[in-house]
């Protein structure tokens, strides 16, 4: 199990919100568990998200997903995600 902590910016946080939600579905079938969801202080349009996911393979499969990668845009993505992939130490 790994843990994920991504990053990016949208055009519109509550817009952004409802394709994300919606998108839901896709990370159960994926195996991400959802762990939190951030809003910068500053930027309320900068989000910071957590999951779990099965492993690093499977993580990187879903977001290489051609289909995961279009919802994104159409939600609003506006930045190039950062993400950190983590495991205990």
Partial sequence: MVTVIG???????????????VDQPNRDKAGLKFKGLYKNVKNPNDVTFIFEAPSVETFNSYTSN?????AMKEAGVISVPNFSVLEEA
């Avoid at 051609?66 to 279009?70: C, G, K, V, W």
Wanted: no cysteine; net charge negative.
């Fill in 66 to 70: 051609p289909a995961t990668q279009e």
């Fill in 7 to 21: 990053q990016h910016e949208v055009k519109d946080f509550d817009e952004w919100k409802k394709g994300f939600d």
